[in-house]
């Protein structure tokens, strides 16, 4: 690095990560203003919402191999130009159409910096300590950028019109642009690497079935076509799988899965996002539909926990050092499933305070355990595959989330149908909170008040039973974890490889137990 400061390095890596992790939640509040000025159809403004994640998923380990081939530096830059010039396609589009392909191009432009950030860290830092509280912040950054977005939202909205939401990230993105060749290293390109466009298409083919079918089954519930939709993604990932066993130079180098803590540790990230994001879709909707709050009160008030989460995941490195990473990994999901066991005990229609408490600890042990799990995966992975290893935890990240949301909320859509009075009215209102307070609009004061209080209540009482099954997920993991990951040095990683417990890639890939 010579003089450059590893920590400014991290600050400049950090600005894209929030911006890409804000571009997920920013348009909450903006569909009203949307809906007025483009007036798309139902189904394009599912997909003005829905095709930045699904293509975002489909296109991060590819571009993170991308990235080991042509230097993890000089794709962070063209993402950031590419990113602003889709900004500016979404702030000025004059159609639907036009907004969901700004979308599209903003997803493409998304996943090649996230990889890049994270495998950069990879090489930024030397110190194995440093480089563990680096990927710590730049995982709180991840997760505070998702609760950051419908805040900042909602204040532009408030001032000026809907296309602000994407020009934010021009000037952020210019300022990386400019500071990234001052301290960030360009010499980190595997030019011999190959970058195989079959694979890329594979992985593509995929993942967007995949995560489309599992969104789909939790907002409609089950249909044949989404059943077929996920089967098909599936059979098309077992071809990715198989190509890659026969490839000399694979995307993906299946020998680190393979490795019983590499694999642990992936399937661990999936499982911490898998509760992660499935809360955070379910206290939306407490916050909004029980509590009745405005989107941007709900959204100040979702803050809170993330403050916390940003003091909690820097700590996590320094726990670390003493007990090991797996024990932070295990402990942080038992923490996490605490915070379940918060939420299924004590909520009520009228919890606020509880609610906190139980999400907040609930983000903070989740959050401790993926920064670990991040720094051990990074830090195993051949430095010529940091990217493509960044991008494959990513996509786990985006596939984790895309499943918490689809199961804890048929969880909770499964108990609402069974405990709403069936009496009291039928159609929408006794499928879902949502239908409950659509059809309580267009009633009389009395009536409606008796349909928001019986559907808060069947939705309270389906929180509680996804809550528990969100713990017993946690457990289980935690479980796993601890059994499996603490043979990273014998039982302890403090000794052998230093704060942050690693060793050099040589001697912990394929390392016999």
Not at 183 to 208: E, F, I, K
Not at 263 to 290: D, E, H, K, P
């Amino acid at each position: 690095m010579g003089r450059r400061s590893p920590w400014l390095g991290l600050l400049v890596l950090c600005l894209p990560m929030l911006i890409v992790s804000m571009d997920v939640s920013v348009l909450f509040f903006a569909v009203p203003y949307i809906a007025a000025d483009l007036s798309p159809t139902p189904e394009q403004q599912l997909w003005i919402f829905d095709i930045y994640g699904f293509v975002l998923a489909g296109l991060l380990l590819t571009m993170g191999s991308v990235a080991d081939r042509i230097g993890h530096r000089r794709l962070l830059m063209i993402g950031a130009a590419a990113f602003s010039a889709a900004s500016l396609a979404a702030a000025f589009a004059t159609s639907a159409e036009m907004l969901i392909g700004a979308r599209a191009l903003l997803a493409v432009a998304g996943a090649t910096l996230m990889p890049s950030t994270l495998a950069m860290i990879r090489h930024i830092f030397d110190d194995d300590g440093q480089r563990a509280k680096a990927i710590a912040i730049w995982n709180a950054v991840l997760a505070g950028g998702v609760a950051v977005g419908p805040v900042v939202s909602g204040l532009l909205l408030e001032h000026v019109w809907w296309g602000s939401v994407f020009l934010i990230n021009v000037p952020i993105m210019i300022v990386l642009l400019l500071a990234a060749p001052l301290v960030l290293p360009g010499d980190t390109a595997t030019p011999g690497r190959r970058v195989d466009l079959v694979s890329a298409m594979l992985v593509l083919a995929s993942l967007l079935p995949i995560v489309a079918a599992v969104k789909n089954l939790a907002a409609d519930g089950f249909a044949v076509s989404r059943l077929l939709m996920l089967i098909i993604g599936v059979v098309v990932g077992v071809v990715f799988v198989v190509r890659q066993r026969r490839l000399a130079d694979p995307m993906l180098d299946l020998t680190l899965l393979g490795e019983r803590r590499f694999g642990m540790s992936v399937w661990t990230n999936l499982v911490c996002m898998f509760a992660l994001l499935g809360n955070s879709i379910l206290m939306t909707q407490y916050l909004q539909s029980v509590l009745g709050y405005s989107p941007l009160r709900a959204a100040l008030w979702s803050l809170l926990p993330t403050v916390v989460v940003g003091a909690v995941a820097p700590m996590a490195a320094v726990i670390a050092q003493r007990t090991g990473r797996p024990a932070v990994i295990s402990g942080g999901m038992a923490i996490g499933a605490g915070g379940f066991a918060v939420l299924a005990v004590c909520t009520g229609i009228d919890t606020l305070v509880v609610v906190l408490i139980g999400a907040t600890l609930l983000a903070s042990g989740v959050v401790a355990a993926t920064s670990m799990i991040a720094d051990y995966v990074v830090s195993v992975a051949p430095a010529d595959r940091a990217g493509a290893t960044s991008g494959l935890l990513e996509t786990s990240s985006e596939l984790g989330g895309a499943l918490g949301i689809a199961v804890l909320g048929s969880v909770v859509n499964a108990v609402f149908r069974t405990t709403f009075p069936a009496d009291l009215v039928g159609g929408e209102a006794a499928r879902s909170l949502a239908g409950a307070v659509a059809t309580a609009h267009h009633l009389p004061a009395g009536p409606a008040e008796a349909i928001l209080d019986a559907a808060r209540r069947s939705f309270v009482d389906g929180l509680g039973v996804a809550a528990w099954c969100g713990a017993g997920v946690l457990v289980g993991a935690a479980v796993l974890a601890g059994w499996l990951l603490t043979e990273w040095g014998g039982g302890d990683d403090r000794t052998s490889r230093g704060v942050s417990g690693r060793r050099r890639p040589s001697e912990d890939v394929g390392a016999t137990p």
